[in-house]
């Protein structure tokens, strides 16, 4: 995978895609050896999504109106 990234194009996103595997590596290996990892974290999201929701008209005093 380092030979690869070497050889791509600087600003390509596969060359992104390989930087982000390389820097992340041994969490990825960890990921695939144990099962008890999930692969997102969606139920966190859906989780604080209403507390983040419920803080931005606060956050710049106004709140939207739709006509």
């Not at 390509?12 to 390989?18: D, E, F, H, P, T």
């Not at 999930?38 to 739709?66: H, M, Y």
Request: proline letters at 4%; aromatic letters at 12%.
């Amino acid at each position: 995978m380092e030979d690869q990234y070497k050889q791509v194009l600087p600003k390509s996103g596969i060359r992104q895609a390989l930087f982000y595997a390389l820097n992340h590596w041994e969490r990825l290996i960890r990921y695939v050896e144990d099962g008890r990892y999930q692969i997102d974290n969606n139920w966190v999201e859906n989780a604080i999504r209403p507390v983040v929701l419920g803080s931005i008209p606060k956050a710049f005093g106004t709140v939207c109106r739709v006509s």
